[in-house]
């Protein structure tokens, strides 16, 4: 069990999270670049100090500022995976897995035993006297985890390890890679910016937003009820952030959301909701509609984007920040003369849309 | 009047005095080494080299520059060492002192080092107290020689230390390793392209140490008569032997920088150790 909070400052950037995660299972932190993913796995490897925390793992305390608790990095039982790997170019692939049990101090004979087991369960037997840069990027990765994890850490940390892949192998990797962790029964965090990785890796999937977890949860969770921008855009989705100001007669409640007044017709308690449109549900309109669609927001096209597979139907992206989009067929848009900077106006049905706590 | 370099003729022009300058400076180095070149016959520097007196002033040579390059690799790794991964209080001071012998004249460096370990330096009568004696000997020449190379050694190192990416730090922290065991076995392997080449300039420039030597440790004949000294004695009584002397001096240091040079480039080679995609920002 890891449970871990840290606080940390650089300049005007802050990181601020609590979290926990179980061992046999893999927690995805996922962000965009600047996020603050890779300061939260350089945190709980120890190579960098939180401002204020504590982590601990499997009982043990690595940092409790409070306490005055601080344990190096080199005597944690952590497997920190960097995004280039950084394997050692000097050593070979036998030497790169070896290093941390003769670092440990461990007896030779300990050392090679347990170098050539490791070697031989991530198929590396062949290549244990190469040197890393004779390698293709997967067993490249091999080797970096076959490092990290012949000193049978507790937690195991992977540092976006696809990235340094190219295109044409990471399918085959991510695959590989996604059968081994599986396998292990280690606490791993692993962290990327790729939503789709983080879908397919994790469980539980934490979602990491200007330093800060918008949103922890399972896939399932994820996909139906999103809680930042960075997924919902993803997905496809109008993600609006909403205050409830009024409810109305049954289960009518208008919010309040940056792009403006929201009608939905649902139970849901709470003041603070999420609200998701889907863009297939907007329609466009050159003048205010009138009428059953009860939702209206006035937009500038911002730009229009085919849709896969035909671009038979387009995104139209309206401004101002934050963007809406709506999706309507690509003889609409010529029906109606959309193009950049073309004032619009947004409708959808209270129906249409979800809103959620 | 000038010619704009946005104008095609201005950028030649450009070009052709960067050329011009750096073919100045290239005749600058090399003529003086070509004019001793035909000073002397292979005949020549043959015989001179049979005669005793040569044979002392060069075995001295080579056996105080080696000692003096073993002396300073000692000393100079640790202290490059510290100043590429600490930070501390004087450390700017430090990094002065360490860069201080290059910039002094060498005599004066000489007069600093008797100040220092002479008779009535410093440290002077503590060492004869212990029966040493640093001033016109052998010893004193290895002092010499040390104290006007090691900082090359020291800036070399340091410069392969800290261009070291801190990946390799972070995944040898993460693997257990203590600062000790990182040093030998991250460390030095990754900045050895960078040792070597200092080592091979230490070397020559402990080969080429003259005023230090002369003024610290005198010029005597079998003791602390190195080449270069030989060769300043020799150019009032016999110009051959003092070409052939200074001939194969700057001989042995191309030799050696090329040599140290090829083999730190060539440590990882073929092919060169890859490098790490530049840092994330985050």
Known sequence: MLRASLHYQVGEFHLDLDFAADPGRTLVLVGESGSGKSTVLRLLAGLMRPGAGRIEVDGEVWCDSAAGTWVPPAERAVGYVSQDYALFPHLTVAENVGFGLRAAGRPRGEVLARTAAMLERFGLADFAERRPFQLSGGQQQRVALARALVLEPGLLLLDEPLAALDVSTRDVVRAELKRLLSGLDCITVFVTHAPMEALLFGDPIAVLEGGRLVQVGDRLTLLREPRSRYIATLLGLNLLPGRVVGRGVGEEIHLETPRGEVTVLQQVVGDDLFVVVRPDQVMLSVERPVGSARNVFAGVVEEILPEPPYGERVRVVLGPAPAFVAEISAAAATALDLGPAKSVFASFKATSISAYA | ?282
């Open chain 2, 1 to 282: 009047m000038t010619i704009p370099d946005r104008t095609p003729l201005g950028e030649s022009l450009g070009r052709l005095t960067l050329l011009l300058l750096a073919a100045v400076l290239g005749l600058l180095v090399a003529l003086p080494v070509i004019g001793l070149a035909f000073r002397v016959t292979p005949a020549r520097v043959l015989a001179q080299l049979a005669t005793p007196a040569v044979q002392e002033a060069l075995w001295l040579s080579v056996k105080t520059s080696l000692a003096a390059t073993v002396v300073a690799v000692l000393l100079g790794l640790p202290m490059a060492h510290l100043l590429a991964t600490r930070d501390f209080r004087g450390k700017r001071a430090l990094e002065v002192l360490m860069d201080l012998p290059m910039v002094i004249p060498p005599t004066v460096a000489g007069f600093a080092l008797l100040m220092a370990f002479g008779r009535v330096g410093l440290l002077g009568g503590a060492l004869s107290g212990f029966g040493i004696t640093l001033p016109f000997t052998t010893a004193g020449v290895v002092l010499a020689q040390v104290f006007m190379a090691v900082p090359f050694l020291v800036g070399a190192a340091r410069a392969g230390f800290q261009a070291l990416d801190p990946r390799y730090l972070d995944a040898a922290a993460t693997l257990r390793a203590g600062e000790m065991h990182t040093l030998w076995r991250v460390r030095l392997p990754l900045a050895l392209p960078s040792i070597v080449a200092g080592i091979g300039m230490c070397w020559a420039r402990a080969l080429g140490e003259f005023g230090a030597t002369i003024t610290f440790a005198g010029n005597m004949a079998g003791t602390t008569r190195t080449v270069p000294l030989d060769v300043y004695l020799l150019l009032n009584e016999n110009l051959d032997a003092a070409a052939t002397l200074s001939l194969l001096l700057i001989v042995m240091a191309t030799v050696l920088l090329a040599a140290m040079r090829q083999a730190g480039l060539g440590l990882f080679a073929p092919p060169r150790a890859p490098r790490l995609a530049p840092l994330p920002g985050r």
